[in-house]
């Protein structure tokens, strides 16, 4: 859906929770009446995904790379499933504090970090890495 997810919204007369949060959308669907309704997912699955391999995140810190469609989808679900301390990084400084006020969650961070993970499409392309210490603000 690259880089659809928050070009559709305004085709969309109705958006989830999640994806009115987070300002993106991961699927579409017609309505019987005929309007668009958006709903936003790839958060919803990565949480999931965390919960079936025992991985807590209530409580935890969790830092978000790429605040892109997929990237503040995970982020929005997050948050809602109680995420003790949350970090944005973008390479685009400049798309991190929307999300973050959205979120609630923007303030600086240096801390070692309980999950990891880069929500970039520099991912598609080969390994991704991050350190312990990044100086992350939003």
Known sequence: TIPHKAAVLPLLQRVDRLGQVAQAVNAVRRNADGTLEGGLFDGIG????????GVPVAG???????VGGAGMAI?????ERGVGHLALFDRD????????GRLRAGRQA?????VKLTATSVALFGP???TDKMNVTG
Request: no cysteine; hydrophobic share 60%; net charge positive.
């Open 46 to 53: 990565f949480v999931n995904s965390l919960a079936a391999w």
């Open 60 to 66: 935890r810190r969790a830092l978000v790379v790429g």
């Open 75 to 79: 982020a929005t679900s997050l948050a």
């Open 93 to 100: 400084p400049s798309r991190v504090p929307p999300i973050a």
């Open 110 to 114: 240096d801390v070692a970090w309980d």
């Open 128 to 130: 991704l890495f991050v």
